[in-house]
Structure formats: structure tokens, C-alpha cells
């Protein structure tokens, strides 16, 4: 088929090249004429495992193109909107403005009888306001199809989802059902579920599904502050709820909390969307999952605080990660660039170091000191502080880094350490709603010597 996405940042981009993986012919429009130029020479924006090597493939093929030109939409089958619907600067709601525009733009070119598909995440309701739009252009079919993405493995969920959701309405219905069918039909014969429900339950489904991921994540946070309080392992806690194959373990690690463009944004729109229904059990619910979040981080500065005395005013402090999570250089709303800044205004000496995220986050956060290397980034440091937990630093060899800090004093924020092999190596390990492990007797010296 031919098809157009429209907006190609994170959603817009993995969404194209995957599309044109599958043998379709895809063209990206974008407005921003520098993202179009990278896009076209095979050339991610951002980091994503497996991105680049698919923009590059549909491009030298010549399936896939992009375009900042919508009248390129003219020749399209179906049309993807996958552009921004971003917080909004005045509220907790969703800013629609990129969503309408983009709409009125394909209103305006696209054939007769194509299908509009949008995969953006929107509240409630959205939908029903864009059909005003769309009654405008020629005879355009409407159908919401959400998106389920996880930044650091969207193109393994692009290609294996778990779950392929229409949301259609009235008469033309089946032709949207009938076209999305024709764009997915590998995922389809792979076996696939598809669910064909209402413009409101599709608008619904991704916002709820994020809601009760958030909600996990921020209860077994709380049960951590509960652990700290009463002397007891949250790690060992959650483990033996995982178990209970009604609660399962995915999502159920204590540590630093959740941000990026999602969660955050999603729960705070779906607070937003259950006030003005007025449903103010949810409303008040993803207050405290959002607050619980927020409080975690004040908690890891606290504990660092506790681990030096009392205070972090003057003491050279390295923070190991810079992106919200591993396997992805977005910094928005990172847990780990907040409790940086955090530490830096109560008098700290902030190194931070991260494999992907360091020229994004040197350029939002110019009062912080980067280091790419880890190990030059401990150099010296009285604490470390691991933030995001990536791949290298779980890897880290406790004996070799001890050697370049001045004191063996690790808060682990995300739990994601084997505490008792650092303690062996010396170090004193501090956790989030976990037992510390003291330094061994006897292998501070040892590891130095």
C-alpha cells in the first residue's frame, strides 16, 4: 500500500520505517526541515535500538521517503497521524494544537475515500471533535488506532505487538477495519489479536493501560517507603508478590520512579480527562500515583544527604545515567537529570555520565559537568549514584571503580545492582526501601591495594 505518517519524531519515525519494512511504500512528512534531511539519509534523530538500520534500508530501496511537502499525501492510502500531543504549558491536560493542524493539512490534500488513522495518545473525546475536520475534506474515513511503544524496544513492539486496536465508527467503519487490515496483514497472519471497539475505547485504552503501569510502579514504590521504615527488603518483597501469578513481577521494581513523554504526561491528562467527567475516584487516584512518583526522588536526595553526613554541599558527587531509562538518549522529564540538579542546588559537585543521553542533557542542564566515560566520571567522587540502569553500568567491576573514587559510598536508586559483590569489593550500599550492605571487614584495603 501507500501510506503517510505524519509528524516523524519518536511515534512518527519507528512507525514509518517499520511500515516500510513490511513492503509498503512510506512517506514521512514533517515540518521540521532538518529532521527530513537526517530521516532521508537513513539517519536517526534519536537513539532506538534497530532504528537506524531500517531507515537506512527502506531509503536505499527507495520505499521509504520523507517530506516536510503534504501535498505528498495525495497519492496515500492511509494516512498515519503520529504527531506530538505534549502537556500542555498552562495545565495538566494535552496541547492539541500540532494535532489539528496537522488533520487540517491532510484534510486539505489527501484523496477521497482514504482512511485518517491517528495513533497519537489524546483524550477522550478527541475524536469526536476531529470528525468536524474531516467532514471538511473528500469523503475521508476516520479510525484512531493507538500506539503501544516502549522507548528502547519500540521496534521489536512495532513489529511484534502485543495487541492491534481500531477504534471506528458509523457507516464507513468497515472500510477503515477493512484498510488497517490490508496495512497490518503480516502481524494479522502472524497471529496477532486484533480488537475492533468505539472511538472513545480506543482514545481510552493506551491512557489506561499507562495508568495502571504508572499505578504499579509507584505502589510498589510506596510498599519501599514502607520497607525503609520498618526494616524489611522491598527487592525480596517484590519477588515473592511476582509470584502470585494474579500480580506478576513486570513493573514491580522499587526504585527512583518512572518519567519520560509518556507515563508522566498520560496520567496527568487522564486526571485532567476524569475531572471534567467528573470521576473523582480516578481523579484523586492518579494525584497520589503522580505525587508518590514525584516523592522519590526528594527520597534520593535525602538518602544521599543521610550517606554523607547530612549534607552534599561540597562533596564531588557522580551520577550514573542521564536518560529516563536505559537504551534510549531521551532526557524529558528524567528522574535522573532531577535528582542531578537536585543534588548540584544543595551545594553538590554534579559529574553526570550516560552512554547515549550526554549531548541532550549538556544542552538542557549547562550547569552540570558531563563525562562519557565512567570511570572518569567517578574520578575522586566521596558518592555514586546509579540512576538509570543501563547495561554498563550493571557491568561495572566494583574493585577497578573503587580504585578511582575517594570513598566507596554507593546509593543504588534503582535496585539494579548485586549489593552483596560491591560490599565484598568494599563499598557501603544504600537502596531504596532495601537493606544496606556495609563495607566487609578487611577489603577496603585489599581493593586498594
Known amino acids: 500500500m501507500k501510506i ?67 501535498s505528498e499525501v495525495a497519492d496515500s492510502q492511509v494516512h498515519f497521524l503520529c504527531v506530538g500531543t505534549p502537556q500542555s504549558k498552562t495545565g495538566e491536560g494535552a496541547d492539541l494544537g500540532y494535532l489539528l493542524s496537522a488533520t487540517r493539512e491532510v484534510v486539505a490534500h489527501a484523496p477521497a475515500r482514504s482512511v485518517l488513522a491517528g495513533k497519537s495518545t489524546v483524550p477522550v473525546g478527541t475524536v469526536d471533535m476531529l470528525e468536524a475536520l474531516v467532514a471538511q475534506g473528500e469523503e475521508l474515513v476516520l479510525a484512531w488506532n493507538p500506539e503501544f511503544l516502549r522507548q528502547g524496544t519500540a521496534v521489536k513492539d512495532s513489529l511484534i505487538p502485543d495487541r492491534l486496536v481500531y477504534g471506528v465508527a458509523g457507516a464507513r467503519g468497515d472500510a477503515a477495519v477493512e484498510a488497517l487490515d490490508e496495512v497490518y496483514a503480516p502481524l494479522l497472519d502472524a497471529g496477532v489479536p486484533r480488537l475492533v471497539c468505539s472511538y472513545a475505547t480506543a482514545e481510552l485504552i493506551k491512557s489506561a493501560s499507562n495508568a495502571y503501569l504508572a499505578t504499579k510502579l509507584s505502589f510498589i514504590n510506596a510498599i519501599a517507603e514502607l520497607c525503609d521504615a520498618a526494616g524489611a527488603d522491598v527487592v525480596e518483597l517484590a519477588s515473592a508478590m511476582g509470584l502470585d501469578p494474579r500480580i506478576g513481577a513486570r513493573y514491580l521494581h522499587a526504585g527512583l520512579g518512572f518519567g519520560g513523554g509518556c507515563l508522566p504526561k498520560d496520567i496527568r491528562s487522564l486526571r485532567t480527562q476524569a475531572r471534567t467527567l467528573g470521576v473523582a475516584s480516578l481523579e484523586d487516584w492518579m494525584g497520589t500515583v503522580d505525587g508518590i512518583n514525584q516523592a522519590q526522588r526528594v527520597r534520593s536526595v535525602d538518602a544521599a544527604e543521610r550517606l554523607l553526613g547530612g549534607s552534599v554541599s561540597g562533596r564531588q558527587v557522580t551520577v550514573l545515567g542521564a536518560s529516563f531509562k536505559p537504551d534510549t538518549d531521551d532526557i524529558r522529564d528524567s528522574p535522573a537529570m532531577d535528582v542531578s540538579v537536585r543534588l548540584a542546588e544543595a551545594g553538590a559537585h554534579v559529574t553526570v555520565t550516560d552512554p547515549r543521553a550526554i549531548n541532550n542533557a549538556w544542552l538542557r542542564f549547562p550547569q552540570l559537568r558531563f563525562e562519557l566515560s565512567p570511570l572518569a566520571a567517578l574520578e ?52 531504596l526501601g532495601v537493606r544496606p550492605r556495609m563495607a566487609h571487614a578487611g577489603t577496603v584495603s585489599r581493593a586498594l591495594s
Not at 573503587?402 to 552483596?420: I, P, S
Open 4 to 70: 503517510s505518517v505524519i509528524g516523524c519524531g519518536y511515534l512518527g519515525a519507528v512507525h514509518a520505517a517499520t511500515l516500510a519494512s513490511m513492503g509498503h511504500e512510506v512517506v514521512g512528512i514533517d515540518t521540521d526541515q532538518t529532521k527530513i534531511r537526517q530521516l532521508s539519509r537513513g539517519q536517526s534523530p534519536f537513539y532506538e535500538p534497530g532504528l537506524e538500520e531500517l531507515l537506512r534500508h527502506g531509503t536505499s530501496l527507495g520505499t521509504l521517503t520523507f517530506s516536510s511537502d503534504f
Open 380 to 431: 575522586g567522587a566521596d558518592l555514586v549514584v546509579l540512576a538509570t540502569e543501563w547495561d554498563e553500568y550493571r557491568s561495572l567491576d566494583p574493585v577497578r571503580t573503587g580504585a578511582v573514587v575517594r570513598r566507596r559510598l554507593l546509593l543504588d536508586t534503582r535496585n539494579a545492582l548485586d549489593a552483596d559483590q560491591w560490599s565484598k569489593a568494599g563499598w557501603t550500599v544504600h537502596g
